[in-house]
């Protein structure tokens, strides 16, 4: 089993920062990658941002030059840094993402919680 264990969410103004954290712990072995993905009411999940073991990453576009993903592999943790935040586009539960190989040629993905972040203007 695998557990995501995110943090930093919440209430902030338009052009703030807010820095997110996602915790994995559990069974864990080949991970493809990990990221952040985010769902606003009435609309589908989409991916935020991804970043591979070796560094690859990769962002929605409306979030480059914004948001920057990074990964504390020792730790299996990954962070989402996001600044200069928007009304409404940023508003949305965001929701950690680990993909892990299964060995059979399949990913598995492992989700957690959500956490809230609102952007008010």
């Known amino acids: 089993q695998v557990q995501l264990v995110e943090s930093g969410g919440g209430l902030v103004q338009a052009g703030g920062s807010l820095r997110l954290s996602c915790a994995a712990s559990?069974?864990?072995?080949?991970?493809?990658?990990m990221g952040w993905y985010r769902q606003a009411p009435g609309k589908q999940r989409e991916l935020v941002a991804t970043m591979t073991n070796t560094g690859f990453t990769n962002y929605a576009h409306s979030v480059k030059g914004r948001f920057t993903i990074s990964r504390d592999n020792a730790k299996n943790t990954v962070y989402l840094q996001m600044n200069s935040l928007m009304k409404p586009e940023d508003t949305a539960v965001y929701y950690c993402?680990?993909?892990?190989?299964?060995?059979?040629?399949?990913?598995?993905?492992?989700w957690g919680q959500g956490t809230q972040v609102t952007v008010s203007s």
């Open positions: 559990g069974t864990i072995f080949a991970i493809n990658t």
């Open positions: 993402n680990l993909r892990m190989a299964t060995g059979r040629g399949e990913d598995n993905d492992y």
